[in-house]
Nanobody, 125 residues
């Protein structure tokens, strides 16, 4: 079983920055065995792919809406993943979820095996 805990959300003005973190843990958990992603959900909308990162961190994937503004990274030695968000816009307002899965599949998809509880990001105009 994998436990994921997000942190770093909050309220920020448009144009500002936030850094989200995800800490992963589990019994016999091997963080580097998991493909990791960030998924967000705005009120009244479906969950939306934001960014993902490969097992070693050598490959990253971004939704067009965040490309050039967000940066995903991971530290396999610390079992953590981060999402650096810059030039935030009101439309980035959502609950952001950290997610993990063993398999590759659709790198831009929303299907993951394990989810965190989410952290709220609110961007004011």
């Amino acid at each position: 079983q994998v436990q994921l805990v997000e942190s770093g959300g909050g309220l920020v003005q448009a144009g500002g920055s936030l850094r989200l973190s995800c800490a992963a843990s589990g019994g016999t958990f091997s963080f580097s065995s998991y493909f990791m992603g960030w998924i967000r959900q705005a009120p009244g909308k479906e969950r939306e792919f934001v960014a993902a990162i490969s097992w070693s961190g050598s490959s990253t994937y971004y939704a067009d809406s965040v490309k050039g503004r967000f940066s995903i990274s991971r530290d396999n030695g610390k079992n953590t993943m981060s999402l650096q968000m810059k030039s935030l816009k009101p439309e980035d307002t959502a609950v952001y979820y950290c997610a993990a899965r063993r398999s590759g599949g659709n790198f831009y998809g929303r299907l993951y095996d394990y989810w965190g509880q989410g952290t709220q990001v609110t961007v004011s105009s």
